[in-house]
Nanobody, 119 residues
Framework: QVQLVESGGGLVQPGGSLRLSCAASGSILSIFAMGWHRQAPGKQRELVARITSGGSTNYGDSVKGRFTISGDNGKNTVYLQMNSLKPEDTAVYYC?????????????WGQGTQVPVSS
């Protein structure tokens, strides 16, 4: 069984910063990539950022230059540093991992963490 546990969400003021963390645990054989998606009320889930095990990254257009994704392969953990936050960044942020476990390969998702951006 694989679990993704997110932490670091919470209320932040516009212009502020926040760092999210996500740790993967369980019967993991190999992780190919980890990342974050987000879903705002009434909107579709969208890519925020993704990082491969080799360190390649890609970002959603709306967060480029403000958010930075990084990973620690030894800890099966990914981080999302969010700077210059805007009200439109308000969403539930979901961690995900593309990995191979003892039971199956595929994409796993965390439960999500709320990030409200408001004054």
């Amino acid at each position: 069984q694989v679990q993704l546990v997110e932490s670091g969400g919470g209320l932040v003021q516009p212009g502020g910063s926040l760092r999210l963390s996500c740790a993967a645990s369980g019967s993991i054989l190999s992780i190919f990539a980890m990342g974050w998606h987000r879903q705002a009320p009434g909107k579709q889930r969208e890519l925020v950022a993704r990082i491969t095990s080799g360190g390649s990254t890609n970002y959603g257009d709306s967060v480029k230059g403000r958010f930075t994704i990084s990973g620690d392969n030894g800890k099966n953990t990914v981080y999302l540093q969010m700077n210059s936050l805007k009200p439109e960044d308000t969403a539930v942020y979901y961690c995900n991992a593309n990995l191979l476990s003892l039971s199956r390969g595929g994409t796993y998702w965390g439960q999500g963490t709320q990030v409200p951006v408001s004054s």
